[in-house]
């Protein structure tokens, strides 16, 4: 069976404030239609103390910076583009 995935947004208020409430629905909006519900394991997280250049992401703990709706897309094609069904 193939690895599970983790993803993490950062629910910190900084982060909040930037706009990651929309970047969450996009992402799970996401998961859903391309049937990665199984694959992704994604949830929420504290302040990853880097607020100013947040939104922050990461995945299997890579961290990625400034996930805002004009980048999450292409971000989320990059990971998973070739995995999903
Ligand atoms: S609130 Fe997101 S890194 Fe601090």
Redesign the pocket.
Known sequence: MAKRIEMQI???????S?G?KEVVLYIKDYLRKNHLDDRVIFKG???????S????LTINERKIEGVDLSKIEGILEREFGRIKL
Do not use: I, V
């Open positions: 950062c629910l910190g208020s900084s982060c909040f930037r990651n997280a504290r302040c990853m103390g880097n607020c250049n947040g939104p922050n």
